[in-house]
């Protein structure tokens, strides 16, 4: 279902349904794997012989060195025993192209392009298991404190070595959502790349700040964290703000959300940040279906877009007020590109700050460019 362009999670929570018999236990253990074939499709189809479940999970055994036909050996609830092709595989990968990145040729070739001798790393983290990342909400407690309070209901977290507001679960995961330091507010989901974007942003008490492309609220709340500041949110899709209350409730602070007539009546804002729609090549290893399903048109559609977003968000910036704009890319034509066009078109503006995180274990790929508008123009 996955492979015929069903997105991932969908296609786990219907099979959970229709299989009553498979516990808790099991059904993560098929997430995990399942994830696990997306995040190394090319590896696992050439390993095992074919671009199918049977095939992928032929290929994950190979892949850690395990030899299939010990599982796949046609007892009662084993699979069917190998055919010759699959006994025919190759067992070693090959140097190049999708069956070792674990990408399509396309975006092979693009972040090639945009990372150059960085790409073979970036690619293979985006290959791996991500770590969850909690913001702790600073505000409000230390991370010491809610190391304490997680590891009371038996959730285990490391201090984040790079990103000061950041924890990394090490065991139970799983359970944040329902811990206490979650329902009081202390601690948010978010990854150490955008919580470290945000700590970079020149953010001072009494700010009026938009999240103009806000969705759930993530960057928005996490602003509203670091200084006493006037928050709004705005995103052209406004359902995907509907969280947006619960979780400013929980936190602590107050998010005013706002339709496209309102932000413009509410203009000029000291800061305006773009979270921009972007391929999310930086985060691959959370959302792998995307990145067999991601072509270079799509991405060329998104960089018109984003130029648009970026034009339009520029307009309610006040003057001496700062333009960020983000995305969760690594690629050149979204991030780098994207603004060098940008101050081209609009010289009210100059760049002040860049940070351009590539994927590695510690964080997920993170683009942001902090531009300031003249005090007179
Ligand atoms: C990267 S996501 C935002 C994630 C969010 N900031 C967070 O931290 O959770 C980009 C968002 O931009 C919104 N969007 C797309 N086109 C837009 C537009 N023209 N104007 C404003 N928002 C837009 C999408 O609906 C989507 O929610």
Same mark, same amino acid.
């Given at each position: 279902?996955? /492979?015929?362009?069903? #997105?991932?999670?969908?296609?786990?929570?219907?099979?959970?349904?229709?299989?009553?018999?498979?516990?808790?236990?099991?059904?993560?253990?098929?997430?995990?794997?399942?994830?696990?074939?997306?995040?190394?499709?090319?590896?696992?189809?050439?390993?095992?012989?074919?671009?199918?479940?049977?095939?992928?999970?032929?290929?994950?055994?190979?892949?850690?060195?395990?030899?299939?036909?010990? /599982?796949?050996?046609?007892?009662?609830?084993?699979?069917?025993?190998?055919?010759?092709?699959?006994?025919?595989?190759?067992?070693?990968?090959?140097?190049?192209? #999708?069956?070792?990145?674990?990408?399509?040729?396309?975006?092979?070739?693009?972040?090639?392009?945009?990372?150059?001798?960085?790409?073979?790393?970036?690619?293979?983290?985006?290959?791996?298991?991500?770590?969850?990342?909690?913001?702790?909400?600073?505000?409000?407690?230390?991370?010491?404190?809610?190391?304490?309070?997680?590891?009371?209901?038996?959730?285990?977290?490391?201090?984040?070595?790079?990103?000061?507001?950041?924890?990394?679960?090490?065991?139970?995961?799983?359970?944040?959502?329902?811990?206490?330091?979650?329902?009081?507010?202390?601690?948010?989901?978010?990854?150490?790349?955008?919580?470290?974007?945000? /700590?970079?942003?020149?953010?001072?008490?009494?700010?009026?700040?938009?999240?103009?492309?806000?969705?759930?609220?993530?960057?928005?709340?996490?602003?509203?964290?670091?200084?006493?500041?006037?928050?709004?949110?705005?995103?052209?899709? #406004?359902?995907?703000?509907?969280?947006?209350?619960?979780?400013?409730?929980?936190?602590?602070?107050?998010?005013?959300?706002?339709?496209?007539?309102?932000?413009?009546?509410?203009?000029?804002?000291?800061?305006?940040?773009?979270?921009?729609?972007?391929?999310?090549?930086?985060?691959?290893?959370?959302?792998?279906?995307?990145?067999?399903?991601?072509?270079?048109?799509?991405?060329?559609?998104?960089?018109?877009?984003?130029?648009?977003?970026?034009?339009?968000?520029?307009?309610?910036?006040?003057?001496?007020?700062?333009?960020?704009?983000?995305?969760?890319?690594?690629?050149?034509?979204?991030?780098?590109?994207?603004?060098?066009?940008?101050?081209?078109?609009? #010289?009210?503006?100059?760049?002040?700050?860049?940070?351009?995180?590539?994927?590695?274990?510690?964080?997920?790929?993170?683009?942001?460019?902090?531009?300031?508008?003249?005090?007179?123009?």
């Amino acid at each position: 279902m996955i /492979l015929a362009g069903e #997105p991932a999670e969908r296609a786990l929570i219907t099979w959970a349904r229709g299989n009553r018999y498979a516990g808790s236990g099991d059904r993560s253990a098929v997430r995990d794997l399942v994830y696990d074939a997306l995040r190394k499709r090319g590896s696992y189809a050439y390993l095992g012989g074919a671009l199918n479940g049977r095939g992928l999970m032929i290929g994950a055994l190979r892949a850690a060195g395990q030899d299939p036909a010990t /599982l796949f050996t046609g007892a009662t609830y084993a699979p069917p025993t190998l055919s010759a092709d699959e006994l025919a595989a190759p067992t070693t990968l090959p140097d190049s192209g #999708p069956a070792r990145w674990n990408m399509p040729e396309d975006m092979i070739a693009a972040f090639t392009q945009s990372l150059g001798a960085d790409a073979p790393a970036a690619m293979d983290v985006l290959s791996q298991r991500a770590d969850v990342h909690l913001r702790v909400n600073t505000k409000r407690a230390t991370r010491e404190a809610v190391q304490t309070s997680l590891a009371a209901e038996g959730i285990e977290t490391a201090l984040h070595p790079q990103v000061e507001t950041a924890l990394i679960a090490t065991k139970n995961a799983r359970r944040i959502q329902t811990a206490q330091a979650y329902t009081q507010g202390l601690v948010e989901l978010q990854d150490a790349a955008s919580q470290a974007a945000i /700590l970079r942003l020149p953010l001072q008490d009494g700010m009026r700040v938009l999240d103009y492309c806000a969705g759930g609220g993530g960057k928005a709340l996490a602003m509203a964290a670091r200084a006493k500041l006037q928050v709004f949110a705005h995103d052209a899709a #406004p359902q995907r703000m509907n969280d947006i209350p619960a979780r400013a409730a929980r936190a602590g602070v107050k998010i005013e959300r706002l339709s496209g007539a309102e932000i413009a009546k509410a203009a000029p804002y000291d800061l305006v940040l773009v979270d921009a729609p972007c391929s999310g090549s930086g985060t691959w290893r959370r959302t792998p279906d995307a990145k067999w399903r991601f072509g270079i048109s799509q991405v060329e559609n998104l960089v018109t877009l984003q130029g648009q977003i970026l034009f339009k968000a520029a307009q309610l910036v006040a003057r001496g007020g700062i333009l960020a704009y983000a995305t969760c890319s690594v690629l050149r034509d979204e991030n780098e590109a994207q603004v060098a066009r940008f101050l081209e078109d609009v #010289p009210q503006f100059r760049q002040i700050d860049t940070l351009g995180l590539r994927p590695q274990a510690e964080w997920d790929g993170f683009f942001l460019a902090v531009l300031v508008r003249s005090e007179t123009t």
